[in-house]
């Protein structure tokens, strides 16, 4: 199983970024996915996550700017960013919880990985 994360970049402040991250492999089930972030000299905080039934979550920081989604056919999540700052400056990791086939149960799965960084 992999998740392989994409969309990053260089952004002007007040602008936006769609991330991606698709999990292939060996699947049997996705219940949770999410996107995290860690900015140099911090620790990981999770930015978002979203269930299999499309219930969000999300960390005080960013509601009303991201939006996460889901599309269960094609394993993917995504996490929609406007209005972005500089302190949003960070590496976004996405993560899964999967049973892949074989498993015994949901285990959890990181992507590489992707930098976003919000500066004029």
């Known amino acids: 199983v992999q998740l392989q994360a994409s969309g990053g970049g260089l952004v002007q402040p007040g602008g936006c970024l769609r991330l991606s991250c698709a999990a292939s492999g060996s699947i049997f089930g996705i219940a949770v996915m999410g996107w995290y972030r860690q900015a140099p000299g911090k620790q990981r905080e999770l930015v978002a996550s979203i269930s299999n039934g499309g219930s969000a979550n999300y960390a005080d920081s960013v509601k009303g700017r991201f939006t996460i989604s889901r599309d269960n056919a094609k394993n993917t999540v995504y996490l929609q960013m406007n209005s972005l700052k500089p302190e949003d400056t960070a590496v976004y990791y996405c993560?899964?919880?999967?049973?892949?086939?074989?498993?015994?149960?949901?285990?959890?799965?990181w992507g590489q990985g992707t930098l976003v960084t919000v500066s004029s």
């Open positions: 993560n899964a919880n999967i049973w892949a086939y074989g498993s015994a149960r949901y285990l959890d799965y």
